[in-house]
């Protein structure tokens, strides 16, 4: 007899706390590791069309680190819609001012750009310095 797929729905989803320290990480490697953990695709029952990752919780985003001259020569583009209105900005500025954009930013452009990449971008919670209000969650550290 042939063994049946199961696939989990949402209600079956157990949801876990993870908790990131961005103090000297490189920003594209803890990118890929906290997508993956919102995706779910580090769980054995991961469903693809089901939102069954965790949520994730990264404090010091303001030292995070970018290799090489990157801070200098990318871009942050932002576009009013008007002619003549495209902003452009060194992310060095960018980290400087509001660090946890540029760590949305890294993660948002690896999940998946639909819906469901929406649901998961909501269970990130990004902080600039070292405390977070999710202490009662009691989130697992992740070394990433």
Same mark, same amino acid.
């Given at each position: 007899m042939p063994r049946q797929t199961t696939f989990?729905?949402?209600?079956?989803?157990e949801r876990a706390w993870h908790h990131v320290d961005a103090d000297g990480q490189v920003l594209g490697r803890?990118?890929?590791s906290i997508a993956r953990i919102l995706m779910g695709k580090h769980r054995p029952d991961y469903t693809a069309h089901v939102d069954c990752g965790d949520f994730v919780?990264?404090?010091?985003?303001e030292k995070i680190v970018l290799t090489g001259r990157k801070?200098? *020569? %990318?871009? +942050?583009?932002?576009?009013?819609?008007y002619p003549g209105g495209l902003r *452009? %900005?060194? +992310?060095e500025k960018v980290l400087e001012k509001h660090p946890e954009r540029v760590v949305e930013s890294a993660v948002r452009r690896?999940?998946?750009?639909?819906?469901?990449?929406?649901q998961?971008?909501?269970?990130?919670k990004v902080?600039?310095?070292?405390?977070?209000?999710?202490?009662?969650?009691?989130?697992?550290?992740?070394?990433?």
């Open positions: 989990r729905t949402r209600e079956d989803i803890m990118a890929t919780v990264v404090t010091n985003a801070a200098q *020569q %990318r871009m +942050v583009k932002s576009y009013s819609g *452009q %900005r060194p +992310v690896m999940l998946p750009k639909n819906r469901l990449g929406r998961m971008m909501s269970k990130l902080y600039a310095g070292a405390e977070h209000p999710h202490h009662a969650q009691q989130p697992a550290a992740l070394a990433v």
